[in-house]
C-alpha cells in the first residue's frame, strides 16, 4: 500500500502564490508519474499539471506560465508551486501517482486539499 499526504492549500488574494505538497509513502519500488489534478463542485477532475520518472513536464493550458511542478525522488515528494493565482483556480487539488510493482502499475490519489483564491 502507498500513502500519500498532501499539504500546502489555503486562502489567498488573487495575484498571489501558494505551493502545493505531497509526500508519498509505504511500498514504494519505482514511481513513474507525479501528477496534480483539480476539481471544483459539479465538474469533472481535470488535469492540471504532471511530471514522468524522465522529469518531463506538461501543464493544462489555462496554468502554463503560473504553474510549475516539481518533484523529490529522495523524498518521494511532488511539488505544485502556483503563482499569479487567480480566483478561477480556486478548487480541491489532488495528486495523484503511479507506482510500478512486479511489472504492474497502480494508481494512488491524494486526500485533496482546499485551495482558494478571493478576488
Known amino acids: 500500500q502507498v500513502q500519500l499526504v498532501e499539504s500546502g492549500g489555503g486562502l489567498v488574494q488573487a495575484g498571489g502564490s501558494l505551493k502545493l505538497s505531497c509526500a508519498a509513502s509505504g511500498r514504494i519500488f519505482s514511481i513513474n508519474a507525479m501528477d496534480w489534478y483539480r476539481q471544483v463542485p459539479g465538474k469533472q477532475r481535470e488535469l492540471v499539471a504532471a511530471s514522468t520518472a524522465g522529469g518531463s513536464t506538461n501543464y493544462a493550458d489555462s496554468v502554463k506560465g503560473r504553474f510549475t511542478i516539481s518533484r523529490d525522488n529522495a523524498k518521494n515528494t511532488v511539488y505544485l508551486q502556483m503563482n499569479s493565482l487567480k480566483p478561477e483556480d480556486t478548487a480541491v487539488y489532488y495528486c495523484?501517482?503511479?507506482?510500478?510493482?512486479?511489472?504492474?502499475?497502480?494508481?494512488?490519489w491524494g486526500q485533496g486539499t482546499q485551495v482558494t483564491v478571493s478576488s
Open positions: 495523484n501517482v503511479v507506482v510500478r510493482v512486479g511489472g504492474v502499475s497502480y494508481s494512488y
